[in-house]
């Protein structure tokens, strides 16, 4: 696979593609909604509630860790984990900004 040369992009586009990369896979959809659903911090065993590994759940909360959609604490030996409301809005803004730009057509105007 050939290496991504995102010096060509600017920042703001390689920050959106960033932002549509944690979108971009079902297993964190999953833990998104489930925590969407929960609507509070919870620190149950994702492995049951969606059928996966350890190991793979623990890869998609570091996916979305790392770009701040969630966050997590400690508590005792587990983690506790829910939606980060300010990151959130701000995704939600990023995507709304980038489908807003096209202004449907009507008629022959488009191809």
């Known amino acids: 696979m050939g290496i991504t040369k995102t010096d060509l992009f600017t920042q703001d ?3 959106f593609a960033q932002m549509g990369k944690i979108f971009s896979h079902p297993a964190r959809i999953a833990i998104l909604q489930h925590l969407l659903d929960a609507n509070a911090c919870i620190n149950s065993d994702l492995v049951q509630e969606l059928g996966l590994a350890q190991a793979t759940i623990s890869q998609h909360l570091k996916e979305l ?19 980060n409301e300010e ?4 995704i939600k803004s990023t995507f709304e900004q980038f489908f807003d730009q096209h202004q449907c057509c009507s008629g022959d105007s488009c191809c």
């Not at 860790?65 to 984990?81: C, D, P, Q």
């Not at 990151?87 to 701000?90: D, G």
């Open 65 to 83: 860790k790392s770009i701040g959609i969630i966050k997590g604490t400690v508590e005792g030996v587990s983690m506790s984990y829910c939606i």
């Open 87 to 90: 990151k959130w809005l701000e």
């Open 13 to 15: 586009q390689n920050t």
